[in-house]
C-alpha cells in the first residue's frame, strides 16, 4: 500500500489514469474502508496489458472493482451489458469509470476491436473475467486470451480473496502460442490466492 492510511496501491508511472477529484478519491477509499477491504501485490509498470480478474462469483465483485477504481485514478477499460450502461443513473457513472458497452447477442469482432484499441494507444489497460459469469464454470471463455495475443501484450491477473478481504494484483504472464498451457499456468496460480465469495476460480 502507498500509505497506512490507504487500502490501495500506488500506481505506476506507465499505468493509464483518469484525473479524478478529491471527492471521488475519498469515496472509492471509504467504500473500501468501510467494507474493511485492501489491496495487495502490486500493479507492473506497463502501459499496455490485459487484466483479468477471478473468481467472479457476485456482483459485489463489481463494487469493490469500482471503488479500487475509484480510489487510484486508474483508467482500466471493461466491458459492460450494453442494457445496463444505458440505465438512466448508473449508465453515466459505468462509462466515466471506463466501462466499454457490448451486445453480447452481437459479439462478433469484439477480439479484434479490442486488440485495436489496445494497438492503437500509448496508454491502454483492458480489464475482464475470464469466466465470463458469475456461475462456475470448467473452462474459462478464451476472450482474453485472444485479445492479449493480438495485441503482443501480457495478462495480469487480479483476485479478490474474500476470507482476508483483500484484492491482490499478480506479476504479469507472458504468453505463449498455447492457450490451454497458458490457462493451465493461470489458474494454477489462481488456486493459491484466490477466495470468491461464492466459488473460487
Do not use: C
Amino acid at each position: 500500500m502507498s500509505d497506512a492510511a490507504s487500502p490501495v496501491l500506488p500506481l505506476p508511472p506507465s499505468a493509464p489514469r483518469i484525473h479524478r477529484n478529491a471527492l471521488v478519491r475519498w469515496i472509492g477509499r471509504t467504500v473500501l474502508r468501510l467494507g474493511g477491504w485492501r489491496m495487495e501485490g502490486a500493479f507492473p509498470d506497463l502501459p499496455k496489458l490485459v487484466l483479468i480478474g477471478a473468481p467472479h462469483s457476485s456482483n459485489w465483485d463489481g463494487v469493490w472493482g469500482f471503488a479500487v477504481l475509484m480510489a487510484t485514478g486508474l483508467d482500466l477499460k471493461v466491458l459492460g451489458k450494453d442494457t445496463l450502461l444505458k440505465a438512466p443513473v448508473v449508465g453515466p457513472i459505468l462509462k466515466r469509470l471506463g466501462v466499454i458497452p457490448v451486445d453480447r447477442k452481437a459479439a462478433q469482432g469484439v477480439v479484434e476491436q479490442a486488440a485495436q484499441m489496445i494497438r492503437g494507444a500509448d496508454r491502454f489497460w483492458y480489464g475482464l473475467a475470464p469466466e465470463g459469469t458469475r456461475k462456475v464454470v470448467e473452462k474459462w471463455k478464451p476472450g482474453f486470451w485472444r485479445i492479449a495475443k493480438a495485441a503482443a501484450v501480457p495478462v495480469v491477473p487480479a483476485y479478490f480473496h474474500y476470507g482476508r478481504r483483500t484484492i491482490g494484483i499478480g506479476a504479469p504472464f507472458e504468453l505463449t502460442d498455447h492457450y490451454e498451457n497458458d490457462v493451465a499456468r493461470i489458474r494454477e496460480w489462481y488456486r493459491g490466492v484466490s477466495n470468491g465469495k461464492n466459488h473460487d476460480a
